[in-house]
């Protein structure tokens, strides 16, 4: 039987975490999230968390090879160091600013909100798994769905893709149809990491998608996880 909500209860809005892409900030992502802002209104709030520094006023989640002046043999574990500190960020945002209902992530960052969520899901079945050194506190263990733009599995740090169960959580998948960097049959593999996941191609390049059309995709996707508010 559906949940009918009763007369004057309200709807709690959807709180996102969202990760932006490589060599970008908390603070131009956040400009980019506006057309998404503007979609679905109050039904949810986004708030962007900043990676590492990596150069000035360019951020990421973890560094490709081409930026680390290290020797070759040490790129794996620079890394993996890098990974470390960012989960750890990520885990201090949370637990000062949460909790939030899902997370949202951009090329790297969606990849690395992929990581995240793969140990999870790991750690969950099995605390004595191996995830490649990277651990996840539960204070992570908050999100009920994802939102990935624009993801590649190639671009991955090859030491640390995961051979784990399937991502559980209910997860939006968007490509860009004229991305050159990651086109659309390769950002289709990622799909088998995921239990649920549901496929959206939207017109433009590698970034956020700006056409109107996808405004009703997005709200209908959040509509599942915009439940009553029976605090009040």
């Known amino acids: 039987m559906p949940h009918v909500q009763r007369p004057g209860a309200s709807r709690r809005v959807i709180r996102v975490i969202c990760l932006h892409g490589y060599k970008d900030s908390a603070n131009e992502f956040s400009k980019g999230l506006d057309e998404l802002r503007a979609w679905v209104g ?3 709030e986004f708030a962007v968390v900043s990676g590492q520094e990596l ?15 290290c020797p070759d043999e040490e790129v794996d574990q ?3 160091a890098w990974l470390r500190r ?14 939030f209902d899902g997370i949202l992530g951009f090329s790297q960052g969606a990849m690395f909100a992929t990581m995240v969520l793969q140990v999870l899901r790991s750690q969950a079945i099995d605390p004595t798994a ?3 050194g990277l651990t996840v506190s539960s204070t992570l263990n908050c999100f009920k769905f994802a939102i990935l733009f624009c993801p590649c599995e190639e671009r991955s740090p090859y030491n640390l893709r995961l051979e784990v169960p399937k991502i559980a959580v209910p997860t939006m998948l968007c490509l860009a149809r004229y991305d050159d ?10 799909m088998r990491l995921f239990d649920h996941a549901e496929l959206h191609v939207y017109e433009g390049a590698h970034w956020l998608p700006m056409d109107v ?9 959040l509509q599942k996880f915009w439940v009553i508010d029976d605090s009040n």
């Not at 150069?55 to 930026?67: A, I, K, L, S, T």
């Not at 960097?181 to 990622?190: L, R, T, W, Y």
Request: aromatic content about 16%; glycine content about 6%.
């Open 78 to 80: 620079h890394q993996l």
């Open 55 to 69: 150069h000035n006023n360019e951020f990421c989640w973890y560094p490709n090879r081409f930026d680390l002046s």
């Open 213 to 221: 059309e996808f405004g009703p995709v997005i709200r209908k996707f």
């Open 42 to 44: 109050p039904m949810a």
């Open 181 to 190: 960097m990651i086109p659309v049959e390769v950002g289709k593999q990622f």
């Open 86 to 99: 960012s989960v750890r960020s990520l885990e201090e945002y949370v637990l000062n600013y949460g909790p």
């Open 130 to 132: 191996d995830t490649k």
